[in-house]
């Protein structure tokens, strides 16, 4: 059985909200609210990049944003095939 790690008691104040939200993703996950606070802490990241720099993370971004435009211009393409199949057969 591994061992678990050194774990600390600290007091912090947050509010009701912050607490019934802990409860309810504690409950949701099937884990302790104490569990919750320690993933969220090891999770947060300040400049919300992560490891990426600004320049690296637009890039990325534009890239994910052109595979989403160009695989939804071939969704509405096929669509709009159905449709005029359907409306001859309509007809």
Do not use: H
Not at 29 to 45: C, M, P
Request: proline content about 3%.
């Amino acid at each position: 059985m591994a061992t678990a790690p050194n774990l600390m008691r600290k007091q912090y104040l947050v509010s009701e909200d912050n607490i019934k939200k802990i409860q309810a993703l504690a409950s949701t996950k099937g884990t302790s609210a104490a569990n919750i606070v320690r993933l969220a802490i090891d999770a947060y990241d300040p400049s919300g990049f992560g490891d990426m720099d600004s320049p690296e993370f637009m890039d990325f971004v534009s890239s994910k944003l052109k595979e989403a435009i160009s695989a939804t211009k071939k969704a509405n393409r096929k669509v709009s095939r159905v449709l005029k199949t359907l409306s001859k057969v309509k007809d």
